[in-house]
């Protein structure tokens, strides 16, 4: 009885495909790079519309970032409000923190931060 009901539909063996509309499509490959063949020699490659605009776009960004990030403000001594009993202060920022902190008060003090020797050095004696 199985084998009735199969004979008149082969496609019940089969099973169905409903998303494939049959072969495969896409580009085989052919060995070129991006699928363009080499122009003769002498021809020049004519560029797309698209590719100034992306070239600008990729590196003008890439290029604002760097400077962005080079020129940008040293926040890190800033606390981050988690709510108003808690506030985070990264370990990371707390040398930035302690250092502005350090030197304000050893200003108040009348004391100088910075190293300054008062004598110069001995000259290392000849052996």
Request: glycine share 8%; proline share 10%.
């Amino acid at each position: 009885r199985a084998l009735q009901a199969t004979r008149g539909h082969p496609r019940a063996i089969v099973g169905h495909r409903f998303a494939s509309h049959g072969a495969p499509h896409y580009n085989e490959p052919g060995g070129w790079l991006f699928g363009e063949k080499p122009l003769p020699p002498g021809q020049k490659r004519v560029k797309e519309d698209w590719e100034n605009i992306w070239y600008v776009g990729m590196f003008g960004t890439m290029l604002a970032a760097a400077v962005l990030l080079y020129y940008k403000p040293d926040t890190r001594h800033a606390s981050l409000r988690l709510s108003h009993r808690l506030r985070l202060i990264c370990f990371a920022s707390i040398q930035t923190w302690a250092l502005k902190e350090a030197k304000q008060r050893m200003e108040a003090r009348g004391e100088k931060y910075k190293y300054e020797p008062s004598s110069p050095p001995p000259s290392p004696s000849p052996s």
